[in-house]
């Protein structure tokens, strides 16, 4: 079972940037497509940006061209780069597999509150 470990969360304002990382334990890692998904109040989960095996990546159109996500293989740790925030980012941001995956297991997320 790969552990997944979220971090880099915060409070930030409205065109502020933060970068999130995913720490994943273990060598399924590496086999798998890789997303960052988000989940605000009230609301479901939903699949923010994706990044495959071969670093093709795929964004929701709500965060293309404001947010970057890459892997490191080597460190087991894919990574969200998230440039003008705006307040509708506001959310609990996860990281798994994507389709998320039975071998992963979800993390706590990380809190991302854009607000002035």
């Known amino acids: 079972q790969v552990q997944l470990v979220e971090s880099g969360g915060g409070v930030v304002q409205p065109g502020g940037s933060l970068r999130l990382s995913c720490a994943a334990s273990?060598?399924?890692?590496?086999?798998?497509?890789m997303g960052w998904y988000r989940q605000a109040p009230g609301k479901q989960r939903e699949l923010v940006a994706r990044?495959?095996?071969?670093?093709?990546?795929y964004y929701a159109d709500s965060v293309k061209g404001r947010f970057t996500i890459s892997r490191d293989n080597a460190k087991n740790t894919i990574y969200l780069q998230m440039n003008s925030l705006k307040p509708e980012d506001t959310a609990v941001y996860y990281c798994?597999?994507?389709?998320?995956?039975?071998?992963?297991?979800w993390g706590q997320g990380t809190q991302v509150t854009v607000s002035s």
């Open positions: 990044a495959t095996t071969g670093f093709s990546t």
């Open positions: 273990g060598s399924l890692f590496i086999r798998y497509a």
């Open positions: 798994n597999a994507n389709p998320p995956s039975t071998f992963f297991t």
